[in-house]
């Protein structure tokens, strides 16, 4: 679906929306797509999203010029203005393709893991 999309907007939501949304920022980030990315953030919903997101830019684990991959507006109409008027400038770390025929070329290997629960150890095997 990603590929047939001409954006991606976050509405309010749970872990699953949240999930999603960091998942476009990264491809955006990784090159896999340059579409737009907006937050509609309802009565301040993501306030807290947003102030963890500029405190990596400060703290260095967000380039700042990747801070504006996305758009967030508190409206529809203001989202989708800012969306309109989107100039991308964040560049990319890596210009990567992830689709079905890059996938179809790798050979799936099986992955076992098991767990001990009187040592606490996870093991994995291939």
Not at 53 to 80: C, H, M, T, W, Y
């Amino acid at each position: 679906m990603a590929h047939h999309s001409d954006c991606f907007i976050a509405l309010p939501g749970g872990y699953r929306t949240l999930e999603e949304l960091l998942e476009v920022i990264t491809w955006a980030q990784l090159g896999i797509h340059d579409k737009l990315v907006g937050l509609l953030n309802v009565d301040g919903y993501y306030n807290s999203l947003l102030t963890f997101i500029d405190k990596a830019v400060d703290d260095g684990f967000i380039k700042p010029s990747q801070r504006n991959i996305f758009v967030s507006a508190p409206n529809a109409n203001e989202l989708v203005q800012k969306l309109e008027d989107y100039v991308s400038v964040h560049g990319v770390i890596a210009k990567a393709r992830w689709d079905i025929e890059q996938q179809q070329q790798q050979p799936l290997q099986q992955l076992q893991v098991g767990f001990n629960a009187t040592t606490l150890q996870t093991e994995v095997a291939l």
